[in-house]
């Protein structure tokens, strides 16, 4: 069952992290969760999608190159749940064709990895304002 978002408890934007690296899921709850978002975190793209099926968020941020689904997949398996979904890639390493199959896809945005707080921050709140008017 998908909650509207005024109707969840906390009212929080919901954020679903996907990386199969634990570190970086830790740093990126920490990160989200301290400015204010809700934070679910799935250690691989087959996760995200079981999670999504059953839970409503807001954006989605995934790593590219993950074991099992990669991110592109991913991407592509949210997007059909949640049309609307706003999706952020992460990764270390974005070559052209990945990027390419990403954007039609329908990713909202790209940033490489290691990331800087404040803009991670800041394109976070960008690509959750954007779904909103689309919405």
């Not at 250690?43 to 989605?60: I, Q, T």
């Not at 949640?82 to 999706?87: E, F, N």
């Not at 990945?98 to 976070?124: N, Q």
Request: with cysteine; charged share 30%; net charge negative.
């Amino acid at each position: 069952m998908m909650l509207a978002p005024d109707l969840r408890p906390s009212g929080k934007k919901r954020i679903l992290v996907i990386d199969d690296e634990a570190a970086i899921r830790e740093v990126f709850d920490e990160i989200l969760t301290s400015a204010g978002y809700e934070v679910s975190t799935a250690e691989s793209g087959a996760v995200a999608v079981e999670r999504a099926e059953r839970e409503p968020f807001d954006l989605a941020i995934t790593d590219l190159r993950m074991p099992g689904l990669s991110g592109v997949d991913t991407v592509a398996a949210l997007r059909r749940i949640k049309p609307g979904l706003a999706v952020i890639v992460v990764s270390g390493n974005v070559s052209d064709e990945s990027a390419r199959r990403c954007r039609e896809a329908g990713v909202t945005r790209f940033m490489s990895k290691p990331v800087d707080i404040d803009e991670l921050l800041h394109v976070v709140e960008v690509a959750l304002q954007n779904r909103a008017c689309s919405s």
